[in-house]
């Protein structure tokens, strides 16, 4: 059974830095494309960045620059290492896997707050 964990959500200060990690269990990790994702409060759910199996990444436009994405093949884990956090990146996040036959994974989430 597919299961996704994420970590390291918190609270920090406009133009701090978190890092969220996500663990996925499944050999099939290795094929997916992982994401993340973020809801915050009254509106929907988000791309924030994405990275394919064999490594291609893709960022929302809000955060180009100051996140990124990547995979641990090994460890069977993805993370987002985000600096220079704003207000508005106060969100839920949610850890995404993607098969190559489309069935989607999905973690139970963690909340990022962004105090100015």
């Known amino acids: 059974q597919v299961q996704l964990v994420e970590s390291g959500g918190g609270l920090v200060q406009a133009g701090g830095s978190l890092r969220l990690s996500c663990a996925f269990s499944?050999?099939?990790?290795?094929?997916?494309?992982m994401g993340w994702y973020r809801q915050a409060p009254g509106k929907q759910r988000e791309s924030v960045a994405t990275?394919?199996?064999?490594?291609?990444?893709n960022y929302a436009d809000s955060v180009v620059g100051r996140f990124t994405i990547s995979r641990d093949n090994a460890k069977n884990t993805v993370s987002l290492q985000m600096n220079s956090l704003k207000p508005e990146d106060t969100a839920v996040y949610y850890c995404?896997?993607?098969?190559?036959?489309?069935?989607?994974?999905w973690g139970q989430g963690t909340q990022v707050t962004v105090s100015s």
């Open positions: 499944g050999s099939i990790f290795r094929i997916a494309t």
């Open positions: 995404n896997g993607v098969t190559p036959w489309r069935t989607d994974y």
């Open positions: 990275i394919t199996a064999g490594g291609r990444t």
